[in-house]
């Protein structure tokens, strides 16, 4: 069963840091794209960060530049988003996203970052 599963989400203090992971299952994780993507409520669903298949170039959206970093491992299938200087409006549910270069697309179910004092 081809899977993925964020963890790491909670709450933290505004100027705090989180560490979300994704573990994939049931696929070739190596073989993908991995993106982080984040919805808060009311808006639309945004990318976050990109990491390409080995790991050798990540792209970030400019609000998150110099805040969070995308890195992964792919001899643990697992994909990670270390988030420093949390703001109010980082507060999101933040899923993590495969694709291939087939179009194989898979999503995982989400992780809740609340950002509050």
């Known amino acids: 069963q081809r899977q993925l599963v964020e963890s790491g989400g909670g709450l933290v203090q505004p100027g705090g840091s989180l560490r979300l992971s994704c573990a994939a299952s049931?696929?070739?994780?190596?073989?993908?794209?991995m993106r982080w993507y984040r919805q808060a409520p009311g808006k639309e669903r945004e990318v976050v960060a990109v990491?390409?298949?080995?790991?050798?170039?990540?792209n970030y959206a400019d609000s998150m530049k110099g805040r969070f970093t995308i890195s992964r491992d792919n001899a643990k299938n697992t994909v990670y988003l270390q988030m420093n200087s949390l703001k109010h409006e980082d507060t999101a549910v933040y899923y993590c996203?495969?694709?291939?270069?087939?179009?194989?697309?898979?999503w995982g179910k989400g992780t809740m970052v609340t950002v509050s004092s």
């Open positions: 990491i390409t298949e080995v790991g050798d170039s990540t």
């Open positions: 996203n495969a694709l291939s270069r087939a179009g194989l697309d898979y």
């Open positions: 049931g696929f070739t994780f190596a073989m993908y794209t």
